[in-house]
């Protein structure tokens, strides 16, 4: 649930406390780290259907960018979400796909994704901003089976061996799993900060386990903001120092980590 902590003035000019959400927030500073994560304290329960959604801002973009992993003891990737500039990878029951996307990612703005599975179906779905990206089938023949969820890193394998190179920078919430195919409908409502769908096995709202990695309070009013359309420009390969008076040329900025580290 939403909580207090921010101040708005309501129309009669009284201050009146917004609502606001917990976000989790992983390497800031953007230097790549296999040791910047948040491990949920519950697991899910075994069950042949499931989803797993996510509202995300990235501060530095990976060649391949790991939101989340949903991993148990017997599948290390049960469900997991991957994201690029311009595709998402859902890894289903350690199954890959690359999927297009309608919209080239950026960085400093809120996306919601989300990733279903429908057992009967055999089908995995993946959404963004509530938008039906593709429809894959495949059949796993196996039940999901109980899983804890790792945010900001990939796993190899259970609860270990993180991959920094494909580790998160930014902010999380908005993170829920359910042993259920959710519709398309609740999927819209939720990615338009709706109603967020009940019987989840994991929420950011239950205890999580830290590693260099901490929770911080927004307004609900900046993760839900509206986005504003970007316009792309490729440049030539130049120097850095040039690639800086070019980007403040532009009137924007061009944002590196502080340690060669964060560098692929």
Not at 55 to 67: A, C, E
Not at 137 to 145: D, E, I, P, V
Not at 169 to 181: A, D, E, I
Not at 211 to 231: G, H, I, Y
Request: aromatic letters at 10%; a neutral charge.
């Amino acid at each position: 649930m939403p909580t207090p902590g921010h101040w708005a003035t309501g129309a009669n000019g009284v201050a009146a406390a917004a609502a606001a959400l917990k976000v989790l927030v992983l390497q800031e500073d953007g230097v790549m780290t296999n040791q910047s994560w948040a491990q949920s304290s519950v697991t899910t329960t075994p069950s042949p259907s499931a989803s797993a959604c996510i509202r995300f801002k990235v501060f530095f973009f990976r060649p391949l960018t790991h939101v989340f992993s949903l991993t148990s003891k017997e599948e290390s990737r049960e469900i997991n979400g991957e994201i690029f500039v311009d595709y998402v990878r859902p890894i289903v029951s350690a199954a890959f796909y690359f999927l297009g996307i309608s919209q080239r990612l950026q960085v400093l703005t809120w996306y919601h994704y989300c990733l279903t599975y429908n057992h009967t179906a055999a089908q995995i779905s993946a959404y963004l901003d509530g938008d039906l990206q593709g429809v894959i089938s495949r059949n796993t023949s196996r039940w999901f089976a109980e899983a804890t969820l790792v945010l900001g890193q990939y796993s190899l394998e259970y609860l270990s061996s993180y991959t920094e190179r494909r580790s998160f920078s930014g902010q999380l919430t908005h993170v829920g799993v359910w042993g259920r195919t959710l519709t398309g409908l609740e999927v819209a409502q939720m990615a338009d900060c709706g109603p967020f769908p009940s019987g989840t096995s994991i929420s950011l709202d239950q205890e999580w386990i830290l590693n260099n990695a901490s929770f911080v309070d927004l307004p609900e009013t900046e993760v839900c903001e509206k986005k504003t359309k970007s316009r792309y420009l490729k440049l030539t390969p130049m120097p850095y120092e040039a690639s800086l008076v070019a980007c403040a040329g532009l009137g924007g900025r061009l944002p590196v980590p502080e340690k060669s580290a964060a560098c692929p």
